[in-house]
């Protein structure tokens, strides 16, 4: 746990608070209302969608990181095999929406709210991101309440 913990506020420490105003969406006044996304994040979301409601668990970890991490009630679990086998049976009309982001370089976050169905919204999620030069953003790891 300590692992994941170090890990997301590497990341979160890893954005200068210049990069953070530079790049940064404004975050919701209500923390629910969403806010658009640039393409390249709101890519994430709609995969990430698109996998969870078809129940390919392989899609799903392979918007992940070689390391990332997701939550389970056991603690964390890492790494693609792991998370493929976590969402194993998982599935669900799933939205997501994003109420904060921001990016620097190579790292970066969405904060946002989640829901099934066109019901309201039940949940929060922070995902932190990380990606190499000239590739798109992959998921380092995924914190859901």
Known sequence: MRTGRVLICGILLALPAAARAQHAGSPA??????????????????????????????????????????????????????IQRRYENSGGDLKLLAVAWATHELVGYIVGTYGYGTGAQSGKFLLALRRTAGEPWLIAADLDQ
């Open 29 to 82: 006044t209500d923390q629910t209302t969403p806010i658009a996304l640039p393409a390249e994040l709101d890519r994430v979301l709609r995969d990430y969608e698109r996998a969870w409601s078809g129940g390919d668990e392989a899609a799903l970890a392979a918007l992940f990181t070689d390391d990332g991490f997701v939550t389970s009630r056991a603690g964390w679990v890492r790494g693609r095999a792991g």
